[in-house]
C-alpha cells in the first residue's frame, strides 16, 4: 500500500467551491493534492501519472468524468476513481461502479465518507502505462 505522504489525489470539478475546499481538506489528512477545473486540463497536464486517485465530477461542461474513465482506459492509465456528483440519479452509482469507479458520492457529502472513499482507491492497485506500480 501507498504511503498517503505518496499519494497524489488529483480533484477535476467545474465547481470552484470544490476545488477550493476539497484540497484544503485533504491536505489537512497529509495528502498531495491538485485541482483542475475541466478534464481536458487534467488529461493535458503531466500529472495525470502521478495521479493515486482521481476524484473526478460526473458532469461537466465539455469532456464528461465517464469520458474521462474511458480516455484513461484508452491511455493504459488504471487510476482508481472516485466519482461526485450533484445528480440526484440514485441508479447512476451502480452503473459507474460496475465500470470499474472505487465510489460515487453525491453532493454534499461529508468529510468521513471522502476519506473512506479516499482509503479505498488508495487499497486499490495503481498501474500507470508501463504496468509499474
Known sequence: MMNISQALVSIVDDDESVRESLPDLLRQCGFA??????????LGSDLVSETSCLLLDVAMP??????????L??????????????SGDRNLRPRLLARGAVECLFKPFSEAALLEAVGAALRRPHFGPEGAT
Open 62 to 71: 465539455g469532456m464528461s468524468g465517464p469520458e474521462v474513465q474511458q480516455e
Open 33 to 42: 493534492t491538485e485541482a483542475f477545473s475541466s478534464a481536458e486540463e487534467f
Open 73 to 86: 482506459t484508452r491511455l493504459r492509465q488504471t487510476i482508481p476513481i472516485v466519482f461526485i456528483t450533484a
